[in-house]
């Protein structure tokens, strides 16, 4: 048969008919979900129907059907989902006829640039393939008579499902580690900012995982709400394959906002939160199911056993599991959590946390069946809570991480919201801060866990946990999510149960419990108004001792990029200052300190030379907060006559040699030259860290520090072609930078404080600003979070006083203006 003959049928089924009938099915906008996927695949097998019907016709071929598998199988085509089809037949037809066969049918869908995935089979090579491809297998599963023999289908239909369940005890653990294996390759689908909707984990691969669980007749999946939450992410797969017109499953950045348009959604984020949603359905269902499907296949390889060990007539009976007391009214029965037998729920409205709390400390799972008793029979708690549920919520944020799984299975039957109402407003929801490993729930409960590693090192551990559940609630609210989260906090620490003084310790922790790390990265701590203004934040020493505790805690919850052992000691270098001041002992406005011996060393050469000096140090490496060893970085200490420029003269050298700063400080200085007169000398202390590779030399960097500041080096031109091949995420555009003035940041200076998105030479340009705004940097404080730049830079006038208002909001708007 020539190509011509293959392609060429009447103009209802052939390929001119059906993409035509396809686009308009398409382009209906009153027909999306489940009934435009219901009728794209009945669309389609119609016209596959008479492309096989009238090329078996013409080839002599009998007993053949064409098969619909996978996703095509189940009647879910996507707009772009590849065709899944396998040619079945008994093997009495030449193999020339079936070549034909197949190639009237393989060649129209490829010529309308449609992806096919196909195979041509026998039953018997079709079950051998099977049995030896764990894919096809699942594919099989879902087999689906589109046309030709129907009990040929039916036949295969039936032994692959018998061979299914014969082999379960195999092929269950193989899929299962198939389905966690990728998980760890493409991530949680609840979690990520770009999720890949049907590979990664909660995705649509677990979902058929599901299925073919469900088929094994092992364990059964928990069905409530499963069927809606496939629904969304398929939904959510056709409106992308829709607005890109490509058949992917990543939800990337860039369309999003038109995915949410296409599905009726607010925004963005409306559709990631429901993405989300779905998704942790789908993981529950699969952590519950696969669960099951151990336990089982655990019982039955006891089971024999079992059996020989009991022969001879005794003890026949099913034993039932052993059943171990964890607290009143629960228990533990083959591994999980559930109620006692005497268990009253609606008799006694604790007992929901209080099994919570068993399960967490045990390292148990609770019962999804316990978890859906509760939901539906547990008295709800009196407001305020009684003192037993109070310790029962403490007992399970403070088990660490066990205490994720069970806050999981409560918030999937929406336990927790009936506890805590506000919860529902960060429910699923995103954070678009790329620093975020989590969505904001699951980052206050990770940040219990992590705070329940620090409670011996606080007074009142319940504090410090209840604080870090709450520490982000505000993100659910307009405006500072800290000044919300304070007002939400006061109420719900109520409703728990605490006292009036504990309450507003917990708020005052939620309302500064950024304050810390803000404060240490951001301000000069040799300042006492910096000190001074944290102390009175606080306001006790016990808060100052929870407050930082909730600050570690907080950034080891947020991702790696948010904590390392230098924040740390900035922060502990902060606490101990403000302690001090709690305690009474309020510093004097100190006098300039003295320079370092090494500094003043250097600045002994650079007057004598006129030039600039420079010495490298490598800090010694220190451990981080999780035990690991994390380098510290380098110190750069640079001397030189002072003059204008030296800031962004120094700034763009280390951006062209690759250097991160971490830390910047500037200040000047006045020595007797030979002559006995006094003498301007700059001093700089860089901490800096290579982006990759070594170290530059010192050398290296003195001669292109001299060419920066004689002008021969080219700093801006070279630091814009760097920028212009800077890596960016595509589509993704960063927000504008953002200049202000701190309010009452300093007694001695202005603070200009500055974000932006981060990029070589940023700290270059923000120097070279403030130069010509004419302002003198006393000291720079340099902090990267993510693709963030948060910089903090004390400036006074040419006459070494503090800014006015006016010129401070002035010299703001000159540097805002330059950085856009």
């Not at 609770?366 to 310790?391: F, G, I, K, M």
Request: proline letters at 6%; a negative charge.
């Amino acid at each position: 048969m020539t190509r011509t003959e293959v392609t060429t049928e009447t103009e209802g089924s052939g390929p001119s008919g059906y993409a035509a009938a396809r686009l308009r099915l398409l382009q209906q906008e009153a027909r999306s979900g489940p009934p435009r996927r219901a009728a794209l695949a009945r669309l389609t097998d119609d016209w596959l129907t008479g492309l096989f019907t009238a090329a078996a016709t013409r080839a002599g071929v009998r007993g053949a059907a064409l098969v619909a598998v996978g996703g095509y199988g189940r009647g879910e085509l996507s707009p772009r989902s590849d065709l899944d089809l396998l040619l079945l037949h008994d093997g009495s037809a030449a193999a020339a006829a079936l070549a034909a066969l197949a190639d009237a049918v393989w060649y129209p869908v490829w010529d309308l640039g449609l992806a096919l995935d196909h195979s041509v089979r026998t039953p018997g090579e079709a079950r051998k393939t099977a049995g030896e491809d764990l894919k096809v297998q699942l594919g099989l599963l879902d087999a689906r008579p589109v046309a030709g023999d129907l009990g040929l289908v039916a036949s295969l239909r039936t032994a692959i499902l018998a061979d299914w369940r014969n082999q379960a005890p195999k092929h269950l653990p193989a899929l299962h580690e198939l389905c966690q294996e990728r998980a760890e390759r493409m991530g949680e689908l609840q979690f990520l900012l770009e999720p890949d909707l049907k590979e990664a984990r909660g995705g649509l691969r677990d979902a058929t995982a599901l299925r073919a669980v469900a088929a094994s007749w092992v364990a059964d999946a928990p069905r409530e709400g499963l069927a809606e939450a496939r629904g969304v992410l398929l939904d959510a797969r056709d409106a992308l394959h829709l607005t890109t017109g490509r058949a992917t499953d990543r939800l990337a950045l860039q369309e999003q906002d038109q995915v949410a348009q296409a599905l009726g959604l607010l925004d963005a984020d409306a559709l990631l939160r429901k993405v989300y949603e779905a998704a942790r359905t789908v993981s529950y269902a699969t952590d519950v199911t696969w669960r099951e499907v151990n336990r089982v296949l655990r019982a039955r390889s006891v089971r024999p056993r079992l059996r020989a060990m009991l022969s001879g007539g005794r003890a026949s009976a099913r034993s039932a599991p052993e059943r171990t007391p964890l607290a009143d009214g629960v228990v533990d029965a083959d591994g999980e959590v559930v109620l006692a037998r005497a268990a009253r729920p609606e008799r006694d409205p604790v007992l929901t946390l209080r099994a919570a709390a068993a399960a967490a400390e045990a390292g148990l799972p609770l019962s999804r069946h316990l978890v859906r008793h509760l939901a539906t029979t547990a008295q709800p708690l009196p407001v305020p809570w009684p003192p037993e549920a109070r310790e029962e919520l403490v007992t399970l944020l403070g088990a660490g991480e066990a205490t994720v799984g069970v806050w999981e299975a409560l918030e999937a039957e929406g336990i927790i919201t009936r506890l805590l109402p506000d919860w529902e407003r960060v429910h699923c929801r995103p954070q678009r801060n790329a620093v975020h490993t989590w969505t904001v729930d699951r980052h206050l409960v990770e940040t219990a866990v992590r705070a329940a590693s620090l409670t011996r090192r606080v007074h009142r551990p319940d504090l410090l946990l209840v604080a870090a559940l709450l520490h982000d609630i505000g993100k659910g609210w307009p405006g500072d999510h800290s000044v919300a989260g304070e007002v939400i906090a006061r109420d719900m620490a109520t409703r728990i149960g605490f006292d009036q003084y504990d309450v507003g310790v917990i708020a005052t922790l939620v309302r500064h419990h950024l304050l810390l790390v803000e404060t240490a990265t951001r301000r000069d701590l040799d300042d006492p108004a910096t000190v001074r203004s944290v102390a009175a934040a606080v306001s006790s020493t016990s808060t100052l001792e929870l407050l930082h505790a909730l600050t570690e805690a907080d950034a080891l919850a947020t991702g790696p990029a948010a904590w390392s052992s230098w924040r740390a000691s900035l922060v502990t270098d902060l606490v101990k200052r403000v302690a001090a001041v709690l305690a009474g002992e309020l510093p004097e406005e100190p006098e300039e300190t003295a320079p370092s011996a090494e500094h003043e060393r250097l600045a002994v050469e650079a007057l004598r030379t006129g030039e600039p000096v420079l010495a490298l140090h490598t800090r010694p490496e220190e451990p981080a907060g999780d035990g690991e060893v994390e380098p510290v970085g380098v110190e750069l200490l640079i001397a030189l006559p002072d003059r204008p420029g030296v800031l962004p003269a120094a700034a763009g050298v280390l951006a062209l040699h690759r250097l991160t700063v971490r830390a910047a400080d500037l200040r000047a200085v006045e020595l007797p030259n030979e002559l006995g007169e006094r003498a301007d000398l700059l001093l700089l202390s860089w901490r800096v860290a290579a982006e990759y590779g070594s170290l530059p030399q010192a050398a290296r960097l003195r001669a292109d520090l001299v060419r920066a500041l004689d002008g021969s080096l080219g700093i801006r031109a070279r630091l814009a072609e760097r920028e212009a091949a800077y890596p960016r995420r595509r589509g993704v555009k960063a927000p504008p930078p953002r200049v202000t003035v701190a309010a009452a940041g300093s007694r001695r200076a202005t603070v200009i404080e500055v974000r932006a998105q981060d990029a070589p030479g940023l700290l270059h340009r923000i120097g070279r600003a403030l130069e010509q705004s004419a302002v003198r940097v006393r000291s720079a404080h340099v902090s990267t979070l993510g693709a963030n730049a948060v910089d903090a830079f004390y400036v006074t006038g040419t006459d070494g006083e503090p800014l006015s208002p006016a010129r401070a909001a002035e010299v703001a708007r000159e540097v805002e203006k330059t950085l856009g």
